[in-house]
């Protein structure tokens, strides 16, 4: 048989929609399949209320199998003990190698470590507002409304990047127009010196000339000129971006206080990882503390606050030096240290 080292993990997706939003499908979907690949993809719910209603479409588009649970009691949801039933039953059919479990409900804490005690690998997946039990559970937490914010962050700048370029296509059209009518005009004005020594011009050509200018002057003012990044547009645009991402790094609505105390425990881990994994000069390879980080801190996640990589993210913290890889000396790795105080 071969081993998971061979093979993609094999994940089993369980969704409690009484706890998700169908816009979440999408990014949830991603996340696993950056891990391995969906083995089971069931959702739990109610599906003779109505207000589960939004999640039909979704499903049919992603072959997700929905999972009858009524609601003996009013207001009392019945569908954690059905994820919890169909869970065990897939652990001990052998099948999967993990689970990522849909929900921001702490009834499944104590599900999330039975499935870890039993070796497997749990990805937990909720909104901020999960409680820390659940989170610490987990092998890994995403926080689906922080992604799903930074992705639409990203298809907006994707939509101004387009509309620049179609500016940019537009302006410089309107440029070469602009040269050729010059052109044409200063062959005009040459071809008429040299007949206006044999002959007086005749006044309609004067006339012609005058509408021709006349004619183009309109189509060049109309155009809108492109702005420059100095510009007063381009300010206002640099602001909009900053703003979106201020939105997606802001963590459920934090206290600055609350937020300083939460990257201090980020820098704690990390100075702690180096401590522990570093070499004599203090220095420790940047996979080794993205691996550690991940076991250490389950809800990290450097697109929490507005980055795609590590790496990045840990030069905006200014505590930490990087030994860059360098093709003279064959080294590959990004090495980083704690960065000695002046």
């Known amino acids: 048989m071969a081993s998971t080292l061979e093979r993609d993990l094999r994940f089993a997706i369980l969704i409690d929609a009484d706890n998700i939003a169908p816009k979440y499908i999408k990014i949830i979907l991603d996340e696993v399949s950056n891990l391995g690949i969906a083995t089971y993809k069931r959702i ?78 749990v990805i937990g997946m909720g909104e901020q507002k999960t409680p820390e039990p659940f989170i610490s559970a987990c092998n890994q937490f995403k926080y689906l409304d922080l992604l799903y914010a930074a992705r639409k962050a990203e298809e907006a700048d994707a939509d101004d990047t387009d509309a620049d370029d179609a500016s940019e296509a537009s302006a410089q059209k309107q440029k070469r127009r602009k040269k050729t009518v010059k052109k044409r005009e200063r062959q005009g004005i040459a071809a008429n010196a040299d007949e206006s020594a044999e002959e007086p011009e005749p006044e309609s050509d004067a006339s012609d000339l005058a509408q021709a200018e006349d004619s183009s002057a309109p189509e060049v003012s109309e155009q809108r000129p492109r702005r420059r990044p100095g510009d007063a547009g381009g300010e206002a645009r640099a602001t909009e971006e900053t703003q979106a991402t201020a939105e997606v790094i802001d963590f459920a609505e934090m206290s600055r206080a609350a937020r300083r105390n939460h990257m201090k425990r980020i820098r704690t881990t990390v100075n702690a990882i180096i401590d522990k994994f570093s070499d004599d000069e203090g220095w420790v390879a940047l996979g080794r503390v993205g691996d550690e980080l991940s076991k250490r801190l389950p809800d990290f996640d450097v697109r929490n606050y507005g980055f795609k990589k590590l790496r990045p993210f840990l030069k905006s913290l200014g505590v930490y030096e990087f030994d860059e890889p360098d093709a003279a000396s064959g080294q590959r790795q990004i090495y980083l240290r704690l960065r000695e105080e002046d």
Do not use: C
């Open 44 to 121: 739990y719910g109610d599906w003779t209320s109505q207000r589960l209603m939004s999640w039909k479409g979704v499903l049919l588009e992603n072959s997700i199998i929905p999972m009858q649970q009524y609601s003996y009691t009013y207001g009392k949801s019945s569908t954690d003990s059905a994820m919890i039933i169909d869970a065990m039953d897939i652990l001990y059919s052998g099948h999967v190698d993990g689970f990522a479990i849909v929900s921001s409900d702490s009834d499944f804490t104590r599900l999330a470590a039975r499935l870890r005690e039993s070796g497997m690998q």
